[in-house]
């Protein structure tokens, strides 16, 4: 599977996305940290954080007896920049903020 695939299929499950954001907020948690936040046996949350690894947005690194997961945000980057960077020209801007206008939204 290319690796665009792999990263677009960790990102699919709203759990995954979770524990990156977790990840965002405090790098490297150990997986009872992890478990402890989310309704899921260890089991589970190892498996989401296996994907996560397998796409490279997790790096796991062992210090002593326990496991540490960071972030790694850089195919989260190439996926915006092939992906959704060349959707952001001039022409969208202004269609979202004509949108935005007419629904009376705050920007």
Same mark, same amino acid.
């Given at each position: 599977?290319?690796?665009?695939?792999?990263?677009?299929?960790a990102?699919a499950?709203?759990?995954?996305?979770?524990?990156?954001?977790?990840?965002?907020?405090?790098?490297?948690?150990t997986?009872t940290e992890?478990?402890?936040?989310?309704?899921?046996?260890?089991?589970?949350v190892?498996?989401?954080?296996?994907?996560? +690894?397998?796409?490279?947005?997790?790096?796991?690194?062992?210090e002593?007896?326990?496991?540490r997961?960071?972030?790694?945000?850089?195919?989260?980057?190439?996926?915006h920049?092939?992906?959704?960077d060349?959707?952001? +020209?001039?022409?969208?801007?202004?269609?979202?903020?004509?949108?935005?206008?007419?629904?009376?939204?705050?920007?």
């Amino acid at each position: 599977m290319p690796d665009d695939d792999l990263v677009f299929k960790a990102l699919a499950d709203p759990t995954r996305r979770f524990l990156l954001d977790l990840l965002f907020e405090r790098d490297g948690r150990t997986l009872t940290e992890l478990e402890t936040q989310v309704e899921m046996t260890r089991f589970g949350v190892m498996k989401h954080l296996k994907l996560l +690894e397998e796409a490279g947005l997790v790096v796991a690194r062992k210090e002593g007896r326990e496991k540490r997961h960071f972030l790694n945000p850089v195919p989260i980057r190439q996926i915006h920049d092939r992906w959704i960077d060349k959707y952001t +020209e001039r022409r969208v801007t202004a269609l979202l903020d004509l949108k935005t206008e007419l629904e009376g939204e705050e920007p």
